[in-house]
């Protein structure tokens, strides 16, 4: 148990529809990372928060946005979806500083 | 990030030490070299990580070559639940760009 925890697991959705996915950080890390990961694509990087700021932005859809509350969980909003975006969606924390991350179990989402 | 270069595949005996290489000739001095693995689907694990000095902790062992163009993980005594994919990261370590770039890694067999 890396101790990131990711809801929901999974989550089966229609084309057009907004979902929201949610992490919990560890306790007492400051950085919050999103990764996608689809069958062709391989893990890529979304978007980073530190402490409530966004720190880094990666290949993400301007049809996603994330944020992190002031309790640093954060959360991940896929809007407009697509089949395409069916995936795996993981967030990882961190103490920030470049330090090792830990990731949760994903939420596997699948748009019909 | 410097780029590395991975085998996609490898096999190895259950019991035996697994020793996955990867290339980084291009890294610059002030890039590390991380090791992250990945069990069917779960979360990426964090393994090791090393800047020049060779590593080891209750998981695994990096070698860094002294030139530090490659390096080598060691699964000492390969088990199973080794059997993953293992991914092969090198970046810097700085606030601020702590995003992982993920290739396509090594998938890990272990034989009964």
């Known amino acids: 148990d890396s101790g990131v925890t990711q809801t929901p697991k999974h989550l089966i959705t229609a084309t057009g529809q907004r979902v929201t996915l949610r992490c919990s950080p560890r306790?007492?890390?400051?950085?919050v990372y999103w990764y996608q990961q689809s069958l062709d694509q391989g893990l890529q990087f979304l978007i980073q928060?530190?402490?409530?700021?966004?720190?880094a932005k990666g290949n993400i859809l301007e049809r996603f946005s994330a944020q992190q509350f002031p309790d640093l969980h954060s959360e991940l909003n896929l809007s407009s979806l697509e089949l395409g975006d069916s995936a795996l969606y993981f967030c990882a924390s961190s103490v920030g500083q470049g330090r090792e991350a830990f990731f949760g179990q994903g939420t596997r989402l699948t748009v019909v | 990030d410097a780029k590395t270069t991975q085998p996609p595949s490898m096999d190895c005996a259950e019991g035996r030490a697994a020793n996955l290489p990867c290339n980084h000739s291009t890294i610059s001095g002030n890039e590390y070299v991380y090791w992250y693995r990945q069990i069917h689907s779960q979360g990426p694990q964090y393994i090791i990580h090393?800047?020049?000095n060779n590593e080891t902790n209750e998981m695994a062992s990096l070698i860094i070559t002294e030139d530090r163009k490659s390096s080598t993980l060691i699964l000492p005594h390969a088990t199973l639940r080794d059997t993953a994919v293992y991914y092969c990261i090198v970046r810097v370590l700085n606030f601020g760009n702590e995003k992982l770039t993920f290739g396509t890694g090594t998938r890990l067999t272990i034989i009964p």
């Open positions: 928060y530190y402490n409530g700021e966004e720190r």
């Open positions: 090393g800047l020049k």
């Open positions: 306790s007492g890390d400051l950085s």
